[in-house]
C-alpha cells in the first residue's frame, strides 16, 4: 500500500516557497506539488508524496498536505511543519519558510521533476493553474458534478494521471504510451502490494480476531470496533492498540486504508493484480433486504505475537459489550456529542457537506486530546516513538 511521506510533503512546500522569495499562496503551491507528483507518477511509476487527491472546484488537491498547510494533521507532524513552515496572520491564503530545505528526504528523480514543474509552471498565478488543472482527466471526470456543486469534493483515481489525454495539454506529460504502461503497472505493483506495515498487519489481525467470533460481520461494522478497541486503549493507558489513524466520515470515525483495501478488493482482479488484504480476509457481498453490505471473514487464523495480554483484554471487551450493535447503532454510539468525532464534526463544519451526502472527509480525529494525565502523556509519546522504530520509520 501507498504511504504518504509528509515529510516529502513538508519540504515540497518549503522548496516552493523559498523559490518564491519566502512567502507563497497556497492554492499555487498546492497546485505545483499536484503536477509534480502528477509527472513523477508518469514518468517512473509513483507519485513523490503518496499524497491521496481529490478533484474540487479549483482543481486536484493533495488532500493531507492541505491539512498540514491549514491543521498540521497531527500533533507530531505540525511539530515538523511548524520547523519549516509558518502562517501568515495577515493573509490567510499565504504560507511562508522558516527553515532550510532539508533535500535528504529526496530522491533524484524527485528533484528533477520538481525542478522540471517549476521550471514550466512557475510563472503562473494560482488562478492560471486552477484553469489549466480543469484541462486534466483526473478533474474532468468530475466535471458535471462539480459545476453543479462547488462544494463537493470527489476522490480523485491515481489511474487517471496515465491517461494519454494527458499529452495534448503540455510538452512536459507527453510521455510515450509504452513509458506511461509501464508506469502504471509500477504504481499498480505499489498501490497493492503485499508489504504492510505494522500498523496494518495489527489492524487486520484484530479484524480476523472479530471476524472468528462475531457472525456476519459487515465492512463497516469492523472497522468502527476496531476503532473502539484503540479509543478505548488510549482512554485507559493512553496507548492505543495498533496505532492506525481514523477520519471523520459521515456515519463514523473510519480508518480509510482498511476501508478502500477490503471494499475494493474486486479492482485487483480487474487488473489482474494480487491485493494484500486477501493474505488476512475475504469478502462476501450480500443484498438481501436491510442485511445489505459486504462481510468480511478470516482467511487464517489469528496472529498474536504482536498483540500483548491487555491488547487482547480490550478486544474481548469491545466485543462483549459492542458486538451484538449493529452498524447504524455503533454509528450512532460513536457520534453522539462530546465524543472527538463529534468535535472533530463541529469543529470543521463537516455536517453540512454529509447532509448533502458528501460522506467522507479528510480530517483526523485526534486520539491525543484523550491524554488527560501526564502518566497517559509519557505512555504515548514513548510508545509512538517505539513504534516508528519498529515500524522502520524514523
Not at 42 to 60: L, V
Not at 160 to 170: A, E, L, P, R, Y
Not at 188 to 194: C, D, P, R, T
Not at 343 to 352: A, F, P, R, Y
Request: charged share 30%; glycine share 6%.
Amino acid at each position: 500500500m501507498i504511504q504518504f511521506n509528509y515529510r516529502k510533503a513538508i519540504q515540497i512546500l518549503n522548496l516552493l516557497a523559498r523559490k518564491e522569495g519566502g512567502v507563497m499562496n497556497k492554492m499555487k503551491a498546492l497546485k505545483l506539488l499536484w503536477l509534480a507528483d502528477r509527472l513523477h507518477a508518469r514518468m517512473y511509476g509513483r507519485t513523490i508524496t503518496g499524497d491521496c487527491y481529490k478533484a474540487m472546484h479549483n482543481g486536484p488537491v493533495a488532500s493531507a498536505t492541505r491539512d498540514i498547510l491549514e491543521y498540521g494533521i497531527t500533533k507530531s507532524i505540525k511539530t515538523e511543519a511548524t520547523t519549516y513552515l509558518k502562517s501568515i496572520e495577515e493573509d490567510r491564503y499565504l504560507f511562508g519558510s522558516v527553515g532550510e530545505v532539508n533535500y535528504k528526504v529526496f530522491s533524484k528523480t524527485d528533484i528533477d521533476c520538481l525542478d522540471m514543474v517549476m521550471e514550466t509552471f512557475g510563472d503562473q498565478e494560482e488562478f492560471q493553474l486552477s484553469k489549466l488543472s480543469h484541462s486534466f482527466p483526473e478533474w474532468k471526470r468530475w466535471e458535471r458534478e462539480l459545476l453543479e456543486d462547488s462544494g463537493r469534493a470527489f476522490d480523485i483515481r491515481h489511474e487517471d494521471f496515465f491517461d494519454s489525454k494527458t499529452t495534448g495539454i503540455n510538452k512536459l506529460f507527453n510521455q510515450s504510451p509504452e513509458q506511461l504502461q509501464q508506469s502504471l503497472e509500477a504504481f499498480s505493483g505499489q498501490l497493492y502490494k503485499e508489504k504492510f506495515d505494522l500498523a496494518e498487519d495489527k489492524a487486520f489481525n484484530v479484524l480476523i480476531y472479530y471476524a472468528e467470533r462475531l457472525n456476519a460481520l459487515y465492512l463497516n461494522k469492523a472497522l468502527l470496533l476496531l476503532y473502539i478497541a484503540d479509543e478505548t486503549a488510549v482512554k485507559q493507558s493512553g496507548v492505543p492498540v495498533t496505532w492506525m489513524t481514523y477520519k471523520a466520515w459521515r456515519f463514523g470515525p473510519i480508518q480509510e486504508a482498511l476501508y478502500k483495501q477490503i471494499r475494493h478488493a474486486g479492482d485487483c482482479k480487474k487488473l489482474g493484480l494480487k491485493n494484500s488484504q486477501n493474505d488476512y480476509v475475504f469478502t462476501l457481498t450480500t443484498d438481501s433486504g436491510a442485511h445489505k453490505g459486504i462481510i468480511i471473514k478470516p482467511k487464517k487464523s489469528f496472529d498474536d505475537s504482536q498483540f500483548s495480554d491487555y491488547d487482547i483484554d480490550i478486544l474481548d471487551a469491545t466485543i462483549e459489550k459492542f458486538g451484538l450493535f449493529t452498524t447504524e447503532q455503533l454509528s450512532d454510539q460513536l457520534r453522539q456529542d462530546g465524543t472527538l468525532w463529534h468535535k472533530v464534526v463541529k469543529e470543521h463544519h463537516l455536517q453540512k457537506q454529509f447532509d448533502q451526502k458528501n460522506n467522507r472527509s479528510d480530517y483526523i480525529i485526534e486520539f491525543t486530546d484523550l491524554l488527560d494525565t501526564d502518566f497517559k502523556k509519557s505512555a504515548y509519546e514513548v510508545a509512538y516513538q517505539s513504534y516508528l522504530m519498529q515500524a522502520n520509520l524514523i
